[in-house]
């Protein structure tokens, strides 16, 4: 394992340390639900970073994948409120209001949680290899594959709300059951989903950083660089592109399950254009090629989101506020706040490592010069 | 390995045509095992469009291409490259955002499926063979640093080490020696001599002088087809390739 990796895991580590401490310094139920969902969206990141930071792949669908799997869970916990709202042979109560008459097929399975839980990641998985297969056998490359996703997002999104008699529509799904798994329940304002959701995250986080240490990940990054090369080397890029896709898809269909439990409802806004583009922006500002910084960013982004249009002071001034910081960071940090970060460090390494790098060598030729004052 | 060493690549009839523009017309090659075969021609004879089609990259328009007896002409890059076929681009083509290492660990290429990968870590199982092969083209230094901040000269010998990383039966090199120095292009040869038997290579050049130090049999394109094949003697006295290189001064200065 070299240093790099070595420093880049303790990093990885002590991040998801502190956040799994922040409960024994903070026991409002109302702040840490608030947190835990910044926390959600950091997963939502983390899945942007490794498609877009590390292959390459702008995908600005990323909420639909997202929406999936909050609506798997959603489903999965509106069932277990059956015997509460409507009776013991009921329906789901938007159902009634709709006029359905008995549930429709695709609900039956959710009554499992375990399927619940495998689709919420195997559908968007599903759906990304087969959208990932289209784009990527047909070499469809670059600003073209955004708008592929968008647009598919959009479907998406449309079908959910036109199929409001088994969707919910508009409304989305609410009044949802706790979620209760291995013996805990999950209340969304309690420690245990705090907890739950800070251990996802470092779930995601690790497996996200194993999957990019993999030689699969060093040929996704030899993808985003030249494409065409990889090809004369025997790989199949559109298989590599299509399999970072889907990995992602899974990764953002996981958090969506985690973020109906703190919402407790789900929401076609959970897989609308506003949200899935706001991904970029915090991958953007967190640094995309680094995933422990695409989730930062959106910690930090959302987190300043609330705490800007939450205070009076900046009750109408708070979104001009957020666009120049973001204008600041495209300009200045192009490759977000881990850029810079990783800037400070590899300069402070640097002094003491004598690498044998074009400095050095420079640095001989100019040795003349630099004895009478140092050419900076 | 099991067919004839004279039928290791065969090119039958190949033309390709641009949007009626000719580019190769009726192209036959037949280069055996082991052989270390150059291509030389004027500017736009279709030496690198005959070395597109063979690695997949342009799909000829008509004829055959077939490789230890498979037909190329259907496949996909990657196909074709893992039939054993590595490819050198006249433009340096390494990946500039990674390492020299990183490079080489991506060209080594003797599992390419995307699971197998996937469950690779450490990268280090043939770090040994790799970092040799990094000494053996002088950039032993320069193992952490990315390709990008190569100089012109490091970034073809990378792309040729990244050639021999990956270990195809037959190499194309495009211009290998484009933009060397005197004494780099006289180590490639030395290299290419060393490959050749081991290897089949098929070398596309201008530089005359680098063709007659490796003394093998010469190809000459003009026009999109084949003019002449022999030793540089023979070459150097065909009728119809001096006259198509007259107007640079014969076919010692071209």
Not at chain 1, 154 to 177: C, K, M, P, Y
Not at chain 1, 361 to 366: G, I, L
Not at chain 2, 130 to 155: C, F, I, M, Q, R
């Amino acid at each position: 394992m070299s240093k790099r990796t070595a420093l880049q895991i303790a990093a990885y580590g002590i991040v998801c340390l502190a956040i799994l401490l922040v409960p024994s310094f903070m026991d409002d139920a109302f702040i840490l639900n608030k947190y835990a969902r910044y926390l959600v969206l950091g997963i939502l990141a983390i899945a942007l970073s490794l498609s877009w930071g590390y292959a390459g792949i702008l995908n600005l669908g990323q909420a639909a994948s997202f929406g999936l799997g909050s609506y798997a869970m959603a489903m999965a916990l509106k069932l277990r409120t059956i015997p509460v709202h409507t009776g013991e042979a009921g329906l789901p109560d938007f159902m009634v209001w709709n006029n359905v008459e008995t549930l429709p097929w695709f609900w039956e399975p959710f009554y499992s949680l375990t399927f619940a839980i495998f689709a919420g990641v195997a559908v968007p998985v599903v759906f990304a290899v087969l959208l990932g297969s289209f784009i990527f056998r047909g070499r469809v490359t670059g600003v073209y594959v955004a708008i592929i996703t968008l647009a598919a997002l959009v479907v998406v999104n449309l079908l959910i709300i036109d199929q409001q008699r088994f969707s919910g529509g508009f409304n989305g799904i609410t009044d949802l059951a706790q979620l209760e798994l291995f013996g805990l329940t999950f209340d969304a304002y309690s420690m245990s989903s705090y907890y739950l959701i800070a251990i996802s995250l470092t779930v995601s986080l690790f497996f996200a950083l194993a999957v990019t240490k993999s030689k699969a990940g060093l040929i996704l990054q030899a993808i985003r660089d030249h494409e065409e090369r990889v090809r004369y080397f025997g790989y199949d890029v559109a298989r590599f592109k299509t399999f970072a896709f889907a990995v992602s898809a899974g990764i953002a269909g996981f958090a969506g399950m985690l973020y109906t439990i703190v919402m407790e409802f789900a929401s076609p806004t959970f897989l609308g254009v506003q949200l899935s583009l706001s991904v970029v922006i915090w991958c953007a500002v967190g640094g995309r090629q680094s995933l422990l910084g695409a989730a930062l960013g959106a910690i930090v982004v959302t987190g300043m989101q609330g705490a800007l249009s939450e205070s009076e002071i900046f009750l109408e001034t708070w979104t001009l506020i957020m666009g120049f910081t973001f204008v600041v960071v495209v300009l200045f940090l192009p490759k977000g706040l881990a850029g810079a970060i990783e800037m400070l460090v590899d300069r402070i390494f640097r002094k003491d490592d004598a690498v044998p790098d074009k400095s050095s060598v420079a640095a001989d030729r100019c040795g003349v010069e630099s004895k009478a004052g140092a050419p900076r | 390995m099991t067919t004839n060493r004279h039928d290791h690549l065969v090119l039958t009839d190949v033309s390709v045509v641009f949007n009626g523009f000719h580019a190769v017309e009726g192209l036959n090659l037949n280069v055996g095992q082991g052989e270390l075969r150059c291509i030389i021609g004027p500017n736009g004879a279709g030496k690198t469009t005959a070395l597109d089609m063979i690695c997949g990259k342009v799909k000829p328009t008509s004829g055959q291409i077939t490789f230890e007896g498979k037909t190329l002409n259907k496949l996909e890059e990657h196909e074709i490259a893992r039939a054993g076929i590595g490819r050198k681009f006249q433009v340096p083509s390494v990946f500039h955002e990674l390492t020299v290492r990183d490079n080489l660990e991506v060209s080594y290429s003797k599992s390419p499926g995307v699971f197998a990968n996937a469950l690779l870590f450490g990268r280090g199982a043939d770090r040994d063979g790799l970092e040799k092969l990094a000494e053996l083209v002088g950039l032993e230094n320069y193992l952490d640093t990315p390709a990008g901040h190569l100089s012109h000269g490091h970034t073809q010998w990378l792309e040729i080490s990244l050639l021999l990383a990956q270990d195809p039966e037959l190499i194309l090199m495009d211009e290998p020696t484009a933009g060397m120095t005197v004494q780099e292009t006289s180590q490639t040869v030395d290299l290419f001599s060393r490959l050749k038997g081991k290897h089949t290579l098929i070398v596309v050049e201008h530089d005359m002088g680098f063709v007659k130090e490796i003394g093998e049999v010469i190809s000459v394109m003009h026009q999109g087809k084949m003019l002449a094949e022999g030793m540089v003697s023979e070459i150097e006295q065909h009728p119809e390739v001096r006259s198509v290189y007259l107007g640079s001064g014969g076919i010692s200065h071209a």
